[in-house]
């Protein structure tokens, strides 16, 4: 298993420019999520999916949209760059809650680092 | 809302001394407990867990004990090596389970030899 891979790991962008950071896992994990990764402000959570076709908002999801129509992938979409963007972005997936046993650690992938001039 | 606390950075100690890194939580119900490991330039891994209070997760010489009744998840080691030097991060994740982690700010240790 890959485990959670994410591309790309570096990206520069212009203010006002649009992308989409890629996320995927290999682990049939149900639960994915996205999280920012800001000095001295730990990692906070942007928008989540709980499963294909459904997802939600975090506690900082403005400027940032997502969808989910495999289970396999994540993709985190800017629609237009703003230098508070620039951060380190993290994809982590989970497991299914119909495991009998409790077991939501979570996997996190390598990150992108995002430069917004 | 939940929310988790962390003692702030960076600690910096010699190798071999004893490491303990603070951190409380607020939450409802009876959420999980995480420590995660942060290496220079890498993404998180997971250092040890604890599901139920008075469990105690631990991994690598590192331990953590889930206390209800303090609200707390410390982070100790008995004696630290160079290579622990990393950002270490205590998290929850809520009853619910809906795959969210709530994380502190993090705590930058720095060892030298």
């Known amino acids: 298993n890959a485990g959670v891979t994410q591309t790309p790991k570096f990206q520069v962008l212009k203010t006002g420019q649009s992308m989409t950071l890629q996320c995927a896992q290999d682990m049939n994990h149900e639960y994915m999520s996205w999280y920012r990764q800001d000095p001295g402000m730990g990692l906070r959570l942007i928008h989540y999916?709980?499963?294909?076709?459904?997802?939600d908002q975090g506690e900082v999801p403005n400027g940032y949209n997502v969808s989910r129509s495999t289970t396999e992938d994540f993709p985190l979409r800017l629609l237009s760059a703003a230098p508070s963007q620039t951060s380190v972005y993290f994809c982590?997936?989970?497991?299914?809650?119909?495991?009998?046993?409790?077991?939501?650690?979570?996997?996190f992938g390598p990150g992108t680092r995002l430069t917004v001039l | 809302g939940d929310s988790v606390t962390q003692m702030e950075g960076p600690v910096t100690l010699s190798e071999e001394a004893f490491l303990t890194i603070n951190c409380t939580y607020t939450?409802?119900?009876?959420?999980?407990l995480f420590w995660y490991v942060q290496y220079p330039g890498e993404g998180l891994q997971l250092l040890l867990k604890?599901?139920?209070?008075?469990d105690k997760g631990s991994n690598k010489g590192f331990e953590a004990t889930y206390r209800k009744e303090t609200t707390s998840f410390h982070l100790e080691k008995g004696s630290v090596q160079v290579s622990d030097s990393a950002v270490y991060f205590c998290?929850?994740?809520?009853?619910?389970?809906?795959?969210?982690?709530?994380f502190g700010q993090g705590t930058t240790l720095q060892v030298k030899p």
């Open positions: 982590a997936s989970s497991y299914s809650r119909r495991l009998a046993v409790r077991t939501d650690t979570q996997y």
């Open positions: 939450a409802t119900g009876y959420p999980s």
């Open positions: 999916s709980v499963g294909a076709g459904i997802t």
């Open positions: 604890a599901t139920k209070a008075n």
């Open positions: 998290a929850l994740s809520g009853s619910s389970n809906t795959g969210k982690l709530i």
